[in-house]
């Protein structure tokens, strides 16, 4: 490229992952824009790990994975958890379990409530649309339920998405669980993308069906243009921190600051500046895009003065909120292999999504009002917890629209996911609220998801377990599993009596909980006094030419999984950076 060697770009993306990858293909588009992409890891197009299209990552732990992990968590007996993060082009969707569902249209209705005017089902929808290239079922596929709706979808985006070859939800396993969920009152969803993920139905993953290999965003958007002259990957090349300016013209007024440059280390170990003549993009995800902008001086005061870094702009919110799901799993099976658990994950992608009249019935009530009188309470647990950083009366305002959108709304509030080996479930919305921050070493970031800080979740937990219980000891589903697998072996019954206790069920969450691994939030679009970092057009506050594009700018968790929404935000950035420079046209105005 002509690039090379050159230290200025008009747009410089700092990390090379899901959101990355969109941003260097659209921005790119126009060739007379120069765009750099920095990542740290290197291109993995054929390598079988990233290719496979097994849920449960042969490149986990190795030099393509990050592998970060969690401090003590202090609810869960101290336990320190692993953390995958994708470390190459494409990043996490390189590794992750490609399923692709969307967030419902009642939560991001609700994101004006947090200062996000303009967002809406209907306004993203385009973008997840634009993004999206659904493969169409084939009539076996189609026979065995995969269905969709097709007003819903887009059929010529870059992310390919379909459903298994092997599809068989309508014979086996899936017909079974599917008669278990229906005689409890959950009903058949025949599309969980269409704004609605409730009930139980099938997830279509992020795939080529034809190729059989996985799709990730490096595949996706960043392949098919990395020819382009004016755009110029650095791979293996890590940022280390953003160059901010505010010096002014002799005896003018006091400048805002600008992001200015990157100060990257490139493969040789050498130091180099990059420099921006437009805008600084960080998508270097939830877990890394917070330290990058504490290791420019952009925080919480009192985080940056522990890291010896002198504070630039004031933006407490910084890595103050993260919210992750958390799964517990009941085992049935334990003879499974990579290989098993990849053909189940293809052949039965049952999805059930339950609200919380399904989960208290007729406890739901009383339950409820439980919750509304918790959560003041909950609201300081949540600021103290950030020291601060978001205030009682915003945590209090946040958790008020989840307990809307939970009980009033009914939307999802725990998933559940099958395979050979039983089945796994979790909490869609949590309300616990954990943190990220920069370490003195950058590439180890402090990740705390502060699991089961509060006892909603607990409980919404003990609740969804139970429905799981219910269903994998159902006739049906036994039958389907077949006599090998016809005792619970974990938690099991001696361990967690049929009639356990609350306090008996925490315990066992305590020993066996795992991380979903669908952080957000650590730089979320929100209001700036209610802890946002980032506005509607994704721009960092009180700083120029530096936005951010990537899973921390969701403001709080989301039903479904978050690639699907990581690449219509992504998309829609795009198109406002475009029409900030006077390209791309005049943008949507939000
Ligand atoms: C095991 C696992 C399974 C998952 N399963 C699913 C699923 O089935 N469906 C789903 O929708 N979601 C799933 N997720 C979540 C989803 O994959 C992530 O939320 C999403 O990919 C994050 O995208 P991102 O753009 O925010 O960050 P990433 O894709 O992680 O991109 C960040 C990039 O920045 C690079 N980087 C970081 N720091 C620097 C630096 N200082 N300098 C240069 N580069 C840097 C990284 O190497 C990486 O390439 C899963 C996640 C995991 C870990």
């Known amino acids: 490229s002509p690039l090379i060697g050159s230290v200025q770009y008009d747009y410089i993306i700092v990390g090379g992952g899901t959101a990355g990858c969109v941003l260097a293909n659209r921005l790119s588009a126009d060739p007379s824009i120069s765009v750099a992409l920095i990542e740290a890891g290197p291109t993995v197009f054929n390598d079988s790990r990233v290719l496979s299209i097994s849920p449960s990552g042969p490149a986990w732990g190795t030099e393509l994975d990050w592998n970060y992990t969690t401090i003590p968590q202090i609810h869960v007996n101290n336990a320190v958890l692993t953390y995958h993060a994708g470390r190459d082009i494409g990043g ?54 995969a269905s969709y709706e097709a007003a819903f979808h887009g059929f010529a985006g870059p992310v390919k998405v379909g459903w298994g070859n092997d599809l068989d939800p309508a014979a086996g396993f899936g017909q079974a669980l599917n008669t278990s969920f229906q005689a409890l009152g ?42 382009r002259p004016n755009l110029h990957a650095f791979t293996n090349t890590t940022a ?26 490139l493969p040789s170990g050498k130091k180099q500046t990059l420099y921006s003549k437009q805008e600084i993009i960080l998508s ?37 909120h993260v919210q992750d799901q958390w799964l517990v799993g009941i085992i049935y099976n334990t003879n499974i292999t990579i290989d098993s658990v990849t053909a189940g994950y293809n052949s039965n992608p049952v999805t059930v999504a339950l609200t919380a009249a399904d989960l208290f019935g007729d406890d739901l009530e009383a339950t409820a009002a439980q919750l509304y009188r918790d959560i003041p309470s909950y609201a300081r647990t949540l600021s103290e917890a950030s020291n601060g950083a978001i205030s009682v009366q915003a945590q209090e305002q ?16 725990g998933s559940c996911s099958f395979g050979n080996y039983g089945g796994n479930c979790w909490v869609t919305l949590p309300l616990s609220t954990g943190n990220v921050h920069s370490s003195s070493d950058p590439s180890n970031p402090r990740i705390n998801p502060n699991f089961m800080q509060l006892p909603w979740d607990i409980l919404v937990t003990q609740r969804l377990i139970s429905t799981l219980r219910k269903v994998l000891s159902s006739p049906p589903v036994q039958l389907a599993l077949g006599p090998s697998a016809n005792v619970e072996l974990s938690p099991g019954l001696a361990n967690v009596p049929l009639n356990a206790t609350l306090s008996q069920w925490t315990s066992f969450f305590q020993a066996a909980l795992a991380p979903v691994w669908h952080a957000v939030g650590s730089a979320g679009m929100r209001r700036r006094d209610w802890g946002g970092v980032v506005d509607t057009k994704f721009r960092v506050y009180g700083v120029q030419g530096l936005r951010i594009v990537d899973a921390s700018v969701i403001p709080v968790e989301v039903n479904g999984n978050p690639t699907s929404l990581i690449y219509a935000l992504a998309e829609k950035a795009a198109e406002d950076i475009l029409a900030d420079c006077g390209r791309g046209g005049k943008g949507k105005g939000w």
């Not at 569902?101 to 809406?120: C, I, K, Q």
């Not at 160059?243 to 990157?262: E, I, Q, T, W």
């Not at 629209?401 to 939970?406: D, N, P």
């Open 284 to 320: 270097a995800g939830t877990y890394r895009t917070p330290g990058l902008l504490e290791q420019s001086g952009i925080g919480n005061p009192s985080v940056l003065r522990n890291l010896s870094i002198t504070p630039k702009v004031i933006l407490p919110g910084v890595g103050a």
């Open 186 to 227: 959950v009903g058949w969803n025949v599309d969980p993308n269409s704004g609605n993920t409730t009930g139980i139905g099938l997830f279509p993953i992020e795939k080529d069906t034809v190729l059989q290999i996985r799709q990730d965003s490096a595949r996706s958007y960043y392949l098919p243009v990395m020819d």
């Open 240 to 265: 280390l921190n953003i160059d901010l300016d505010n010096s002014k013209a002799h005896h003018g007024p006091k400048r805002p600051f600008r992001a200015k440059a990157v100060n990257v280390s």
């Open 92 to 145: 996490t969707s390189t590794i992750n379990g490609m399923v692709y569902l969307r967030p419902t249209a009642e939560e991001l209705d609700s994101w004006p409530v947090l200062g996000n005017h303009g967002y809406s089902w209907d306004s993203l929808l385009p973008y997840f649309k634009k993004s999206e290239h659904l493969q169409l079922p084939t009539e076996p596929r189609s026979l065995s339920e």
């Open 398 to 413: 946040i958790l008020r629209l989840r307990a809307r959108l939970i009980l009033k709304d009914n939307v999802g509030t």
